[in-house]
């Protein structure tokens, strides 16, 4: 269950590529940062999930030549790679989990056997696909031949484009360039609409419109065809889970837009943003829990029955923000902002697609709590801070904002000497690179373990004053 942003390089602050996304499953599952490094694989080699305990049987012939990528998997299998780069620009985030119409399902349904699913989807396009437009149409062509496994949403983006694929049924598929100007906001539905086969900014399976003339869900009598009307589900469960997350989203982008929230179905797809959008935009919106709304869960002490289902929860294991920069040098034009745990209680951290390797502690995590894994580290911070969330989460919100933004005025300063070193010196500028991103997660790690110290010597403070049985000179 995931919150996803694609943001047009016309509506972005400097021109840049943006897509924005929350993973959420549970607070238990940590996280790795993963390169893997460019790889020769023999004739008739295959990726199969079930190597790796994945969720379906899917397989997939391995390329010969595997490019070098990025991704943040899960502890457990490896899988589920969530967002990454490859070494041609390529990026991917994925998945938006989905959900189709049930009588549609029950005639194509999902292929829970041997269907392509969340686990598989970055480690089968990364290694090989070298354009979004290339990475869009395989994945179609997967879907369509061996069928998805679960309902999804996928974000693609490279230095000319960037693009959203969301899957109908088990072969059914769509796919759209998101313009320029706007902005694209979901939240666990279907939101793309019209389709026009004829249009080179979009794709779709070949049976598309005709599977859903045949079994009735779209007359050609009733206009354009709607791909969500046709496809994706839509009743009481988007409007308490789904709908008020895109109404925030184009809320906290268009302010002075005034829509009911009961009315999700009918939010425009896209949207021309008041205001340029910008990292902060996006970490914001990753952040949200409608605090500043009477139904916050968490400013007015926890309340878990709240039936409006925020953004950033607890069991937000990472949320992340791709950037393309195109007029930039590929490594650090292309950067990965990741943030471990929940969001609203975490930091975001620039992982550039230039980078040789991480700490030792970023591939490190499982199930269990340690006192090694980055992950673990974030994690324990913000189940701490949810003791006492009103209390202690602006403590950590304060001292995680003032981290971002002293991290970002030392990126400008590296951006701007690594440009100079890179026309005369690129292993100078490497070497920099891979210096100013190594102390940057050290510095983070160390504002973690400050946050932990500060919120426990308040806590200490705390309790020792509603149980402190003086005696009564106060001596002892």
Known sequence: ?????????????????????????????????????????????????????????????LPRQAMRYTTVPNWKTGLHGAVGFNSEGLGITGTESIFARDDALAIDPYNKESGITEDDILDVLLPRCKTAREAVALLGKIIETQGAGEGFGVGFADDKEVWYLETGTGHQWMAQ??????????????????????????????????????????????????????????????????????????????????????????????????????LQNLKDIMRNHFEGYAHDPYSFGLNGSEPWRPISVFRTYEAHILQVRPWMPREIGDVIYVAFGMACLSCFMPFYQGLDQVPVAFGEGTDHADDKSIYWKFRKLQTLAMTDFPTLAPIVQKKFAEHEAAMSEKQSAMEKEYTSL????KQAAHDLL?????????????????LMNELFTVLTAKIEKENFFANKKMKD
């Not at 998101?178 to 906001?185: D, L, S």
């Not at 890179?422 to 010196?425: I, K, L, R, S, V």
């Not at 210096?435 to 973690?448: A, D, P, Q, R, S």
């Open 177 to 278: 360039r998101t313009p320029a100007e706007v902005y694209f906001a979901s939240g666990n539905q279907g939101r793309l609409r019209f389709f026009d086969p004829k249009d080179d900014t979009m794709m779709g399976s070949p049976t598309l419109i005709s599977f859903a003339e045949e079994h009735g869900f779209y007359d050609p009598k009733s206009g354009k065809f709607d791909f969500a009307a046709a496809y994706t589900r839509n009743d009481d469960r988007d409007r308490i889970y789904n709908d008020p997350r895109v109404w925030v989203m184009q809320k906290i982008l268009n302010p002075s837009l005034e829509q009911k929230v009961a009315d999700g179905r009918n939010f425009d797809v896209y949207l021309k943003p008041e205001q340029p959008v910008t």
């Open 434 to 450: 891979q210096k100013f991103n190594l102390e940057v997660f050290g510095e983070t790690e160390e504002v973690i373990d400050g």
């Open 1 to 61: 269950m995931c919150t996803t942003v694609i943001v047009g390089e016309k509506a972005s602050y400097d021109g840049s590529f943006l897509m924005a996304r929350s993973a959420d499953s549970s607070a238990l599952k940590a996280q790795h940062f993963v390169i893997h490094p460019a790889k020769e694989y023999p004739e008739g080699a295959m990726y199969r999930t079930k190597d790796y305990d994945g969720a379906t049987d899917f397989s997939y012939p």
């Open 422 to 425: 890179y026309a005369t010196d």
